[in-house]
Nanobody, 125 residues
Framework: QLQLVESGGGLVQPGGSLRLSCTAS????????VGWFRQAPGKEREGIGC????????DYSDSVKGRFTLSTDNAENTVYLQMNSLKPEDTGVYYC??????????????????WGQGTQVTVSS
């Protein structure tokens, strides 16, 4: 079983930056696709990006493209989500998920078997 833990959330002003981490244990993330999702109050969970750690493939939603960047640290078994130029509409609980699937932003969240507990990101002045 793969276990995922997110960290790095917090309160940031509009235009600021945060870096979220998704650290795996019990199994290597190599060749897994790690997807990031967010959920704002009263809204459905939204896929914002994914990265296939072995094939170095990434995909992003239009809402974050050019502002958010995914990267991996194989030694730390961690995927990072660097978020720049944050906007109030980026507020929500951010989740990472992983599975042995292709990386595409269109993937339904229910496809992923492994999920972290989520971390809150609040963008507000």
């Amino acid at each position: 079983q793969l276990q995922l833990v997110e960290s790095g959330g917090g309160l940031v002003q509009p235009g600021g930056s945060l870096r979220l981490s998704c650290t795996a244990s019990r199994r290597s993330l190599n060749y897994y696709t790690v997807g990031w999702f967010r959920q704002a109050p009263g809204k459905e969970r939204e896929g914002i990006g994914c990265i296939n750690t072995g094939r170095a493939i990434t995909d992003y939603s239009d809402s974050v493209k050019g502002r958010f960047t995914l990267s991996t640290d194989n030694a730390e078994n961690t995927v990072y989500l660097q978020m720049n130029s944050l906007k109030p509409e980026d507020t929500g609980v951010y989740y990472c998920a992983a599975d042995l699937i292709a990386c595409t932003i269109a993937t339904d969240p229910v496809t992923y078997d492994y999920w972290g507990q989520g971390t809150q990101v609040t963008v507000s002045s």
